[in-house]
C-alpha cells in the first residue's frame, strides 16, 4: 500500500576498493501508479526524482487536464516499450526458429534473431540515406 502513497526510488552508489573494478550506480524504481512495474538498472540513471508531468487531451470546453507522476526511469520505460513489441512482430514475421532438444540454443537464436533485425534497420536506414 505504501508504494501507492510514495513510489520506492533506491539509489546506490558503490565506490570499488579493488584496483581495476570500476564504480557503479544501482537504481531500483516501482512505479506508482502503473501496477506491480519495477525497474532496476546499473549505470543507466545516476539519480532519480519524483517530478509530475501535465497531461491534457481534447479541445475547447472538452479539454481535460491532468497531472502524471512521473521520474527519470518511468520516463525512460514509457518513451522505450515499444520498441520491444516492434522488435518481437519482426521476429514473429521472419519466422526465425527451429525446434532442438537443448534449451540453451534459444538464447542463442533469439540473439541472433535480434542482431539480424537491428541489421536489417541499420540497412533500411543507409539505404534511405537517413544516416550520416
Known amino acids: 500500500m505504501a508504494r501507492f502513497e510514495e513510489p520506492i526510488i ?20 516501482s512505479f506508482q501508479s502503473t501496477g506491480s512495474t519495477n525497474i532496476q538498472c546499473v549505470n ?12 491534457e487531451r481534447g479541445r475547447g470546453a472538452t479539454k481535460r487536464v491532468w497531472a ?20 518481437d512482430q519482426m521476429l514473429k514475421e521472419w519466422e526465425i526458429f527451429y525446434i532442438c532438444w537443448k534449451w540453451w540454443h534459444a538464447p542463442m537464436r533469439h540473439s541472433k534473431a535480434i542482431g539480424y533485425c537491428m541489421a536489417y534497420q541499420m540497412y533500411k536506414e543507409c539505404s534511405e540515406g537517413s544516416v550520416n
Open 10 to 29: 533506491a539509489v546506490k552508489h558503490v565506490v570499488s576498493t579493488e584496483p581495476g573494478k570500476k564504480d557503479y550506480t544501482i537504481v531500483h524504481i
Open 44 to 55: 543507466v540513471l545516476r539519480e532519480v526524482t519524483n517530478f509530475v508531468r501535465q497531461r
Open 68 to 87: 502524471i507522476e512521473m521520474n527519470e526511469g518511468r520516463e525512460i520505460y514509457l518513451k522505450t516499450y515499444s520498441t520491444v513489441d516492434k522488435v
